[in-house]
């Protein structure tokens, strides 16, 4: 079935005027479906929002117990690193 028609006067006609216009009125009177998808959609919104909050206090409280775990920084490592090879290059100077 076409959307639009021609007339005898060359004019275009909607044939699907009739069910837009049956839909908007389905639309208005149908608030409970309206409600239930504005509270769905306020349910999903939450939901993403506490999912999002015991992520950060997961990953807060996991950097509180691998900082009390006596790691040392990246920093640390790579001075002690450079300390031991300096060492190593005297130790084998020494022995050479």
């Known amino acids: 079935m076409k959307a639009l028609?021609?007339?005898r006067h060359n004019r275009h006609i909607c044939l699907l005027t009739p069910l837009l216009k049956r839909n908007r009125i389905m639309q208005t009177e149908n608030h409970l479906?309206?409600?239930?998808?504005?509270?769905?959609?306020?349910a999903a919104g939450t939901f993403v929002g506490?999912?999002?909050?015991a992520e950060n206090v997961l990953k807060d409280r996991l950097?509180?117990?691998?900082g009390g775990l006596d790691f040392v920084s990246r920093d640390e490592f790579e001075t002690l690193k450079?300390?031991?090879?300096?060492?190593?290059?005297?130790?084998?100077?020494?022995?050479?």
Do not use: H
């Open 50 to 53: 506490m999912g999002r909050e």
């Open 82 to 96: 450079l300390r031991v090879e300096a060492l190593e290059a005297a130790s084998k100077k020494d022995k050479a």
């Open 33 to 42: 479906i309206d409600d239930l998808v504005k509270v769905i959609n306020g």
């Open 5 to 7: 028609v021609t007339d």
């Open 63 to 66: 950097r509180e117990w691998i």
